[in-house]
């Protein structure tokens, strides 16, 4: 039984419906970010000693923070959508994307997806 457990998290705003337009958040909104805030604290990620779910933690390559908490034993990284690199000219955020589906093939993941209010997906 593992006792360290990485959850992605993605944020989809108000007329967003393809996973492409989620990756190209580049900011969390207010709500998102409260909601961050329930789930962990916010780390930085260069040089964090602790259980780093395959986030690199030596160059920044895939982002300098992400969210982490300890729950009963249990530690969890979260894989948080804004937090990941942005590639201004890539629509698609390939590294963010791939990262993400790398994690998910490997079933390693948990996903959370976070509908802001009045998202077409959530009405």
Request: hydrophobic share 35%.
């Amino acid at each position: 039984l593992s006792h360290k457990h990485k959850v992605g998290v993605l944020l989809c705003r108000a007329g967003q419906g393809t996973e492409e337009e989620m990756y190209n958040n580049e900011e969390a909104s207010p709500a998102f970010s409260a909601f961050l805030e329930l789930l962990g604290e916010q780390v930085l990620l260069k040089g964090f000693s602790k259980y780093a779910a395959q986030l690199d933690t030596k160059t920044d390559s895939t982002g300098t923070h992400s969210l982490y908490t300890t729950y009963q034993g249990y530690e969890v990284m979260f894989h948080v959508s804004t937090m990941l690199p942005y590639m201004p000219n890539n629509p698609q955020q390939v590294k963010a994307h791939c990262h993400a589906k790398r994690l998910y093939a490997l079933q390693l993941v948990k996903h959370c997806c976070v509908y802001e209010k009045n998202t077409s997906l959530c009405s």
